[in-house]
């Protein structure tokens, strides 16, 4: 209503025009109850691929453009107070506006749901066994694997990721938006995933939105093995590592099992580096607390976009996109493989398949 109103009314067009965008603009802004209609939640939305992609763009672009207007608002206030008079503002300013709204919304779009470039990061934990100094792992996180993200795009990732023929991959929850029934082809290619310590994973907040216990299950039958409040131990020449992984923070919501770090960590061996999956990066330093050495988040999304993560870190603990030192610990938050399909839009905070390569040594404090 704010578009309508303070961007498209004031333009010199036929009142008919006006009424037909207007009706546009309104049946773009309600892309959520559209999704909700078509499947139950606003998490899966149910359209042909290039209608949610459509759907996106559109919802982007009005986003934007109300950002831009709150900008020709202030800077018209401002320029009335110093001239003390009107200063009216031009159509041709008001559709400048527009299209920069509208292709970088197209951008945005085009960068949320590409299959996302390889990112090399190197962390260095003190006291690593020597077995493990170069060993590398892939994070996948965020997948929300849809009819955004299908079996085309989870093949892409797949292929993908076998080329970097990694030690290990680790999938930090949020595989899916949708049932397993609406989404057990998509995500088939994940049972193709290859490394030579095998695919570890834990559950997103997402999962438990589609029926938790179904998905572990179907999960694990695909090959890989999950980490809920548990740990494996990895051996090579002699060497141990512990990887742990927990629930995620809203488990309680639906009467499934919260995180649970000690019960993470019960029986594992002492003196060994610990890596802790985690979904969610808030709890960042309860972890180091435990003597966790490094700990793999996702679920920010990076922030989405340049400026607006600022308020996705205020959700998060502050930790929003990259790496942080947190009392001795690293943190590592994955911008995401991809993202939630209803607002799927990437601006300076781009997607990554990420390569962590593990270094003997002290710890470092930036990229």
Aim: hydrophobic share 50%; net charge neutral.
């Amino acid at each position: 209503m704010f578009v309508i109103g303070r961007f498209l009314w004031p333009l010199h067009l036929p009142l008919v025009i006006k009424t037909v965008v207007a009706a546009l603009l309104l049946i773009a802004s309600q892309y959520h109850l559209w999704s909700r209609l078509s499947s139950g939640s606003v998490f899966s939305p149910e359209f042909p691929r290039a209608i949610v992609i459509g759907f996106n763009w559109a919802f982007g672009a009005i986003l934007l453009l109300a950002v831009f207007q709150l900008l020709l608002d202030a800077g018209t206030l401002a320029t009335m107070i110093v001239r003390r008079g009107s200063a009216p503002i031009p159509d041709s300013v008001r559709y400048a506006v527009a299209t920069v709204a509208a292709v970088l919304a197209a951008i945005g779009v085009h960068q949320a749901i590409r299959v996302p470039p390889v990112k090399d990061v190197e962390i260095r934990i003190a006291g690593l066994d020597p077995a493990f100094d170069g060993y590398t792992m892939l994070q996948l996180t965020d997948l929300h694997i849809s009819r955004l993200f299908p079996q085309s795009w989870a093949q892409a990732v797949v292929d993908r990721s076998n080329a970097l023929a990694p030690d290990l991959i680790v999938v930090t929850g949020d595989f899916i938006d949708g049932t397993v029934e609406e989404r057990r082809a998509d995500v088939e290619p994940l049972g193709g995933l290859r490394a030579r310590d095998g695919t570890l994973f834990i559950p997103g907040n997402h999962e438990y939105f589609f029926g938790y216990h179904a998905w572990m299950q179907h999960l694990a039958g695909m090959g890989m093995r999950p980490l809920a409040n548990a740990h494996a131990v990895l051996q090579r020449d002699g060497g141990r590592l512990v990887i742990a992984g927990v629930t995620d923070l809203s488990a309680p919501e639906t009467g499934n099992a919260a995180p649970d770090l000690p019960m993470a960590l019960n029986g594992a061996p002492d003196d060994v580096s610990v890596i802790l999956l985690d979904h969610q990066p808030k709890n960042a330093r309860a972890a180091a607390a435990r003597g966790v050495a490094l700990q793999l988040s996702g679920h920010t999304h990076g922030g989405m976009i340049l400026g607006m993560d600022r308020v996705a870190a205020l959700a998060n603990g502050g930790f929003v996109s990259g790496r942080y030192e947190v009392d001795g610990m690293t943190l590592y938050v994955n911008n995401g493989t991809a993202l939630w399909a209803g607002f799927a839009l990437r601006l300076g905070r781009p997607s990554e398949l990420t390569r962590i390569t593990l270094r003997r040594g002290a710890t470092r404090t930036s990229l």
